[in-house]
């Protein structure tokens, strides 16, 4: 069921947060997984492209600065 996000609470709201954000690291654990268990059988396989740049844009955000701490983040929707 859809919803306005100016419809939910703050605690409905942080558990969407959280939630997309498992959701998104399960994803690229997985597929650091895959491609570390396949460049173990394939000797030099690359990681898929769209998951390498995301790699570099996580780690370029975070070298800049861009990130903000989970506290920081909760802190700011006032819990």
Known sequence: MERALATLSTHEFEELVEHTIDKRLEVWLT????ALTGLQDEGNAELRSEFAASLRRSLEQAHSGESVA???FREQLGR
């Open 70 to 72: 989970l506290k920081t």
């Open 31 to 34: 597929q650091l997984t895959d």
